[in-house]
């Protein structure tokens, strides 16, 4: 009897080291290994090629639209300390909001995701600040985007 208890307190042991093990094991993750990224710049992608990008503390590019005409579809990308391009997820509560100097001058439009429209209302130069939401506050606030309205 005494060996049956001390064989069942090994194989119980080991079954519960096997699933202590497993439960901790990052590999077998259904998340994508991006969730945890940390965004230190941006790119801005339309038409399929970069069109506005902030990298190393500099932003490159710009927007020049006309008065009354939307813009195309824009989607944003967020760039890891590593340069990997990434976007959070959504289901976790991640969103992107935009803020202009001249909110008289444009409008923003979300579309789907990571993506939108801007709309111009007047003709000028304004800015524009992209901001990663999460949890009630901005997890990433880019620098200014110059946007030009003719």
């Known amino acids: 009897m005494k060996k049956n208890n001390y064989t069942f307190l090994k194989f119980s042991t080991l079954i519960l080291t096997i699933a202590v093990l497993a439960c901790s094991n990052p590999a077998d993750s259904d998340h994508d290994h991006d969730e945890h990224l940390e965004p230190v710049g ?3 992608k339309m038409n399929g090629t970069d069109h506005v990008k902030q990298e190393n503390g500099t932003v490159t590019g710009s927007f020049t639209l006309t008065n009354g005409n939307e813009s195309d579809h824009v989607n ?4 890891a300390e ?3 391009e990434f976007q959070p997820h959504t289901d976790e509560g991640y969103s992107l909001a935009a803020e202009f100097a001249n ?3 444009m409008e923003f439009e979300s579309e789907g995701d990571w993506g939108f429209h801007l709309h111009p209302k007047a003709v000028g130069t304004t800015t524009m600040t992209l901001k990663l939401m999460h949890g009630g506050h901005s997890d990433f606030t880019s620098q ?6 003719n």
């Open 144 to 149: 200014n985007i110059t946007i030009t309205v």
């Open 82 to 84: 590593d340069g990997d």
């Open 76 to 79: 944003i990308y967020y760039i």
């Open 42 to 44: 941006f790119v801005l």
């Open 103 to 105: 909110s008289d001058m």
